[in-house]
């Protein structure tokens, strides 16, 4: 059986497809609406793109071959999120948990943060005969 000829490559016909699917990419369209769009056949289209896939991972062979790999690297865009930056200084705080303290005989004296340490020392005498 002959050897298939192959035909001879033309420079300007391949910018072309480049430049389609280039714009086939950036169109977030599938390749039947983007062909519909174009006035192209998707068999041409399809055809192109894994011929040109094909020449690319020649020209690159220690790129990974996959069936999946196009002519051209997909571009994707960055995401933005919206940011809000605020003074860690103007941040509502915690407050602190309450100090607990645990008397003989039962009672338990909660102590919040701020608190005076005469009148603690002045409820704890009270309370348990004890001074702080």
């Known amino acids: 059986m002959p050897a298939k000829r192959r035909r001879r490559r033309d420079p300007a016909k391949e910018k072309l ?21 174009e006035g192209l056949k998707d068999g041409n289209f399809l055809r192109w ?8 991972r020649e020209k690159s062979p220690e790129q990974p071959k996959s069936a999946t790999q196009g002519p051209i690297e997909l571009r994707v865009s960055p995401v933005f999120l919206p940011v809000q930056v605020v003074d860690a200084d ?18 338990t004296v909660r ?19 004890r001074r702080c």
């Open 17 to 37: 497809w480049r430049g389609t699917i280039r714009r086939h990419q950036d169109s977030g369209l599938s390749v039947r609406a983007f062909c519909e769009r």
């Open 49 to 56: 793109r894994r011929e040109l896939g094909r020449r690319d």
């Open 90 to 107: 103007r941040l509502p705080s915690r407050p602190a948990p309450p100090i607990e303290i645990v008397l003989d005989g039962g009672p």
């Open 111 to 129: 102590v919040p943060t701020g608190f005076d340490p005469g009148t603690l020392g002045d409820i704890l005498t009270v309370l348990g005969g």
